[in-house]
């Protein structure tokens, strides 16, 4: 059910609406709702993007210590072909 709402918006916003892609948004009711919409998904996206950051991070120190690890018992790499085999392959990728 649409429900109507009345909103003063800043003149540059305004500006924004009456410029839109006819063609995509053929009404400014459109174009908000579509605008809205993806404004909750971009947010979802960035946390999303934060937790694989934080990831990365875990298992950037993961290496480090695993690369510590290896350097303490004489063992050096020449690649990282070599690394991968140590380590070997996360149980997701067997």
């Given at each position: 059910m649409v429900k109507q709402k009345h909103?003063?918006?800043p003149?540059?916003?305004l500006a924004m609406i009456n410029n839109r892609d006819k063609e995509i948004y053929p009404?400014?009711?459109?174009?908000?709702?579509e605008?809205?919409?993806?404004?909750?998904?971009?947010?979802?996206?960035?946390?999303?993007?934060?937790?694989?950051?934080?990831?990365q991070d875990k298992l950037d120190r993961?290496?480090?210590k695993l690369e510590e690890d290896a350097s303490?018992?004489?063992?050096?790499?020449?690649?990282?072909?070599?690394?991968?085999?140590?380590?070997?392959?996360?149980?997701f990728l067997k």
């Open positions: 909103f003063r918006l003149e540059d916003v009404t400014e009711n459109v174009y908000i709702t605008a809205v919409r993806n404004f909750f998904k971009k947010e979802e996206t960035e946390n999303v993007m934060d937790e694989l950051e934080d990831i993961i290496e480090k303490k018992k004489n063992i050096s790499f020449s690649s990282d072909a070599e690394k991968k085999e140590l380590y070997g392959k996360p149980d």
